[in-house]
């Protein structure tokens, strides 16, 4: 058992400078054999020998305790807005604690992503099957408060814009669940989305890498939509449209929603952007990346 932790966006990175390298087995002359291919550029010292079921779980327990601080970090996030704290002043505030850390702190739209959410429910299947449902439970529920998170913040902006979003537009940016990648595989943004477009929002939705197309498959509303051909895909684009252009996604829209940290969002020129929207005109950013001061 040889599991890679590599990052979308930052796998080459990854690879050429690991935090550890991990290489599970019952067989020593297998494992050092491998481990002498690893020594080729990374120092002995990172590399790790454990028998399979530590190397496995070991695997899905990082995720799973990444997962479980964007949760934890989200959840604080709502009893800030109810306090009149800063989360972003808390997240600072905690992260200084030499035993805590200052990664994964950021509250956003929730966690997404082919691995955390599989990987947590790898783990609940095993607690289940080994005869620990508190186990089971507890780490189920880092995934029910994800859930939580994503459907509150489309809720707060239904409330924010007057309790109703029927017949008006919101300009969504970013679709991926995170920079640097096109992937959307349990995007928050597919679930914000859905309950906009259900709320009887029009979305104008930007992203910089991913393909309209694959869009409309993540908004069809089941699952058997998912074999639709391209022509037939995009004519059922009810409810939103795309837009290769930042300023085009903004004109005429009631609100603005940042969904992914994309670099290129934080340059936005919000006077010009405020010159195109209806008025009032609201910007949430859920990845607190914009500069209040700039917004305003």
């Given at each position: 058992s040889n599991p890679e932790f590599l990052s979308e966006g930052t796998a080459i990175m990854d690879l050429n400078n690991p935090d550890r390298v991990l290489v599970g087995g019952e067989n020593k002359e297998s494992i050092d054999a491998l481990c002498e291919v690893y020594k080729n550029w990374v120092s002995e010292d990172k590399i790790l020998k454990t028998n399979v079921w530590s190397s496995e779980l070991a695997k899905l327990t990082s995720n799973a305790f990444l997962a479980q601080r964007i949760s934890s970090i989200n959840s604080i996030s709502a009893l800030c807005e109810k306090t009149g704290a800063d989360i972003r002043e808390v997240s600072r505030a905690i992260g200084s604690d030499s035993r805590i850390g200052s990664k994964f702190l950021e509250s956003g739209p929730g966690f997404g992503g082919?691995?955390?959410?599989?990987?947590?429910?790898?783990?609940?299947?095993?607690?289940?099957?080994?005869?620990?449902?508190?186990?089971?439970?507890?780490?189920?529920?880092?995934?029910?408060?994800?859930?939580?998170?994503?459907?509150?913040?489309?809720?707060?902006?239904v409330k924010k814009l007057f309790g109703t979003v029927s017949n008006k537009k919101i300009s969504i940016l970013g679709f991926s669940f995170k920079a640097d990648t096109n992937d959307t595989r349990e995007s928050s943004a597919i679930t914000i989305c859905k309950d906009l477009i259900e709320e009887g929002a029009f979305l104008k939705i930007h992203d910089?890498?991913?393909?309209?197309?694959?869009?409309?498959?993540?908004?069809?509303?089941?699952?058997?939509?998912?074999?639709?051909?391209?022509?037939?895909?995009?004519?059922?684009?009810?409810?939103?449209?795309?837009?290769?252009?930042?300023?085009?996604?903004?004109?005429?829209?009631?609100?603005?929603?940042?969904?992914?940290?994309?670099?290129?969002?934080?340059?936005?020129?919000?006077?010009?952007?405020?010159?195109?929207?209806?008025?009032?005109?609201?910007?949430f950013d859920a990845r607190s990346i914009l500069n209040s001061k700039e917004v305003s």
């Open positions: 082919s691995c955390f959410k599989k990987d947590i429910l790898n783990l609940v299947y095993l607690s289940e099957h080994f005869g620990l449902p508190e186990v089971a439970h507890f780490w189920e529920s880092v995934v029910k408060l994800n859930n939580w998170h994503q459907h509150r913040i489309s809720k707060l902006i910089p890498k991913v393909d309209p197309h694959q869009i409309a498959i993540d908004l069809a509303s089941n699952d058997e939509n998912h074999n639709f051909s391209r022509e037939k895909q995009s004519s059922k684009n009810e409810g939103w449209s795309f837009h290769k252009e930042i300023y085009e996604s903004a004109k005429d829209v009631d609100a603005v929603v940042v969904l992914t940290e994309w670099e290129e969002y934080k340059n936005i020129d919000w006077k010009l952007i405020s010159k195109v929207m209806r008025k009032p005109s609201w910007v």
